[in-house]
């Protein structure tokens, strides 16, 4: 179980893109305008950062970026 | 058209900058560039159908590509028109010279099709054409058969070179990359992204096109060569049939409009491809930052 962890921690974006891909290809064969330049790159940024951003929200923890006063963003 | 050559070609033309435009091209500028003849013309090529009335162009490819039309938004004219705003409005050159570059890799990609686009307007309404596969957008057959057309002949040889294109120079959609080749071009940009997502965010934000990209390839191949059984002749097929001559699919009447001999548009393509280039390279220079002017990223 703990190398399962482990390999899912040290390839959590490759396995999120993955399935990113597989379920809007799966989903664009029901519903083909989801094939469009909002869409696709929405959905990528869903699996992507959503997910790991859902999953800290739920232990409570930040979701958007912390950073230091003073760093590019601030 | 093309179809996910386009989202490919922008991740090709930052993965081959000339040398000292590494690190300092905007990477959303290469991508709006790309996108802007499409984001004029296209939506109305296939138009929408409520309550059983159809609302789009009259004659799809003669609006798309051609003049009259929207074919314009296809001319190196048209991307020059918007280069040249864009300096005036920002005078940043990672912004100008990056559009310039997007929008020049649409204009020439899409002289592929039958169709082909107004390489020299306003000199001249000829579209110029290789005719490489068949333009297929018809109000009858909408999208979908236009998709199908395209992704039963060379134009999915089409999107697979420029994926493979891509994938030679896989370094471009790493981290790493990201980090050092196009975060320094538009550091505003991502700097403003960055305080609602964090770096997963960001870097899905910059691939997400390439994404897009090949998911649209594999979902639109599936589809016409897996998961549709089209009368084609008055035979019942299972999937569209492929056909890689050139000009095909054979089963697609290929619009076209006026336009120049195909023997001269390629070597004239490449030599205003060159023309481009060239200048980009020089304007690079004359348009870095003077200490009157505002300071560009570093």
Avoid at chain 2, 70 to 92: P, S
Avoid at chain 2, 182 to 203: I, K, N
Wanted: a positive charge; charged letters at 15%; proline letters at 6%.
């Amino acid at each position: 179980m703990s190398a399962l962890r482990r390999f899912a921690s040290d390839h959590e974006q490759g396995i999120l893109t993955t399935l990113a891909a597989i379920t809007y290809i799966g989903a664009s064969f029901w519903q083909k305008s989801l094939l469009n330049w909002i869409v696709g790159p929405a959905w990528l940024l869903a699996w992507c950062w959503g997910v790991p951003a859902l999953g800290r929200l739920v232990r409570g923890e930040p979701v958007r970026p912390v950073r230091p006063t003073g760093a590019p963003g601030e | 058209m093309s179809w996910a050559a386009h989202q490919f070609e922008i991740y090709a033309v930052q993965a081959h900058l000339p040398k000292k435009m590494r690190g300092k091209i905007s990477f959303f500028a290469i991508f709006f560039g790309d996108f802007t003849p499409d984001f004029f013309a296209k939506f109305w090529v296939y138009g929408i159908t409520i309550g059983g009335t159809h609302y789009g162009a009259t004659t799809p490819h003669l609006w798309h590509r051609g003049w009259p039309g929207m074919g314009f938004t296809h001319t190196l004219a048209f991307g020059l028109v918007g280069t040249v705003a864009i300096w005036l409005w920002r005078h940043n050159r990672a912004w100008t010279i990056g559009y310039l570059l997007g929008f020049t890799a649409h204009a020439l990609t899409d002289i592929n099709d039958s169709i082909g686009t107004m390489l020299v307007f306003p000199f001249s309404t000829l579209n110029w054409s290789v005719g490489t596969w068949a333009y297929a957008a018809t109000i009858e057959g909408g999208k979908y058969l236009d998709a199908a057309a395209y992704y039963s002949s060379l134009g999915f040889v089409m999107d697979a070179f420029w994926l493979v294109v891509v994938l030679c120079s896989w370094r471009v959609l790493t981290r790493e990359y990201w980090r050092t080749q196009v975060v320094p071009g538009d550091p505003h940009a991502w700097a403003w992204l960055g305080r609602f997502f964090d770096e997963r965010g960001l870097l899905a934000i910059y691939r997400g096109v390439f994404f897009y990209g090949v998911c649209r390839l594999i979902a639109w191949t599936t589809w016409a060569h897996l998961l549709v059984d089209p009368v084609i002749d008055g035979v019942r097929r299972s999937g569209y049939p492929w056909d890689l001559s050139w000009g095909g699919p054979w089963w697609i009447p290929a619009r076209e409009l006026p336009s120049v001999s195909p023997w001269i548009v390629l070597p004239v393509t490449l030599a205003l491809l060159a023309l481009v280039y060239g200048s980009a390279n020089r304007l690079w220079d004359k348009m870095a930052p003077s200490p009157r002017r505002s300071p560009e990223p570093a």
